[in-house]
C-alpha cells in the first residue's frame, strides 16, 4: 500500500505594503507627529554640545562640555532667567488661586451671568497674543502707569488663569459629590471637607493648571516685548541676543528647563492617575451603597 500524503497547509498570504500602511496609518501619522515636535528639541540638545567658532551657533563644529560646565556662567542670562522664574512663580501663584476659586464657582453654582462667564473666560485664550499685549499697553499707557515687572504680573496673571480655569473645571465636572455629602454625615465643616475631601481629589487638575500656568508665562514673549518696559525676561534676552549671536549657554538653560518640565508632567500624571485610583466607582454598580460612600470618605 502507498503512504497516503500528509496534507500541507497553505501559507499565509503576505500581507501587501498598501494594506499594512493603511492598518498603521493612525500609529505612524502619531509617530511622525512626535518626530515632528521633538525635532527642534533634539537639535537644541544637540548644539548645547557644540563649540562654534564665533558668535553664531548654527553650524557643527566639535564637541565639547564646556558650556554645560559653565552653563550659569554669563550674568545678565542668569539675571533675566531669574526674572523670569520670578515672574512665572508669582503669576503662577495669583492665577491658580483665583482660577480655583472661578471653575468652583462656575460648577457648583448658579448665580445671574453664568453663562456669560463660561463664555467670556475662554475668550482670552481664543485672542491673539499681539492683540492683547497691544490692548494691555494702551490700558497701561491711558492710567499713567510705568511699565516693568508689575505690568507684567498684571499681563501673565489676566491670561493664565482661563487656561486654569478650564483645567479645573473639567476635573471638577466628574467629581463624585457623594463623598462631601459623606463628608458632612460625619461631621466635617464645610472647611474640613473642601480640605479633607475636595482639594485632595481635584488637586492633579489644580497642579495641571498650575504648571500649565506657570510654562505659559515662563516662555511668553509677545505680551512680554509689549509690556515689559526696561525689564528682561528670559525670552527677551534670547531675542535680544539672537541679533549678535545667541550664546550656547542658552541652549544648556533650555534643556535644564525642558527636563524640569518632563519631570513636573511626570508627577502630574502619577497624581491624577491615584487620584482615579481613589476616587474610582466599580465598574459593575453605578451606585455605590451610602455605606460605602461613607467609607470612603472617613478614609479622607
Not at 117 to 145: D, K, Q
Request: net charge neutral; hydrophobic share 55%.
Amino acid at each position: 500500500m502507498s503512504a497516503t500524503p500528509a496534507p500541507t497547509t497553505a501559507p499565509a498570504p503576505r500581507m501587501g505594503v498598501g494594506k499594512w500602511l493603511r492598518e498603521h496609518a493612525v500609529l505612524i501619522i502619531g509617530v511622525l507627529v512626535i518626530a515632528y515636535m521633538l525635532i527642534p528639541i533634539a537639535v537644541i540638545f544637540f548644539f548645547s554640545f557644540n563649540n562654534p567658532a564665533g558668535r553664531y551657533n548654527f553650524t557643527w563644529v566639535g564637541f565639547t562640555l564646556k558650556h554645560w560646565e559653565n552653563a550659569f556662567g554669563i550674568p545678565e542670562l542668569n539675571e533675566a532667567l531669574l526674572t523670569s522664574i520670578k515672574l512665572a512663580l508669582l503669576a503662577t501663584l495669583v492665577s491658580t488661586v483665583i482660577g480655583t476659586m472661578m471653575a468652583l464657582a462656575l460648577v457648583r453654582y448658579e448665580f445671574f451671568g453664568r453663562r456669560a462667564a463660561n463664555f467670556l473666560i475662554v475668550i482670552p485664550m481664543a485672542t491673539p497674543e499681539i492683540v492683547m499685549g497691544s490692548s494691555l499697553l494702551s490700558f497701561f499707557l491711558i492710567l499713567g502707569t510705568g511699565l516693568g515687572f508689575r505690568t507684567l504680573l498684571i499681563a501673565h496673571v489676566m491670561f493664565c488663569i482661563s487656561f486654569v480655569v478650564v483645567v479645573v473645571r473639567s476635573r471638577l465636572i466628574g467629581f463624585d459629590r457623594r463623598l462631601e455629602e459623606a463628608a458632612k454625615d460625619l461631621g466635617a465643616t464645610p472647611w474640613e471637607t473642601f480640605r479633607l475631601v475636595t482639594l485632595p481629589l481635584i488637586l492633579p487638575g489644580v497642579f495641571g493648571g498650575a504648571m500649565l500656568a506657570f510654562a505659559l508665562s515662563i516662555d511668553d514673549f509677545v505680551i512680554s516685548n509689549f509690556n515689559s518696559g526696561t525689564t528682561v525676561t528670559f525670552p527677551l534676552y534670547i531675542f535680544g541676543a539672537f541679533q549678535r549671536g545667541v550664546p550656547v549657554e542658552v541652549n544648556c538653560i533650555a534643556m535644564i528647563l525642558f527636563g524640569i518640565t518632563v519631570l513636573a508632567m511626570g508627577f502630574t500624571t502619577w497624581q491624577q492617575r491615584r487620584a482615579e485610583r481613589m476616587a474610582s466607582i466599580r465598574p459593575e454598580q453605578e451606585e455605590l451603597p451610602p455605606a460605602a460612600v461613607t467609607e470612603i470618605a472617613a478614609t479622607y
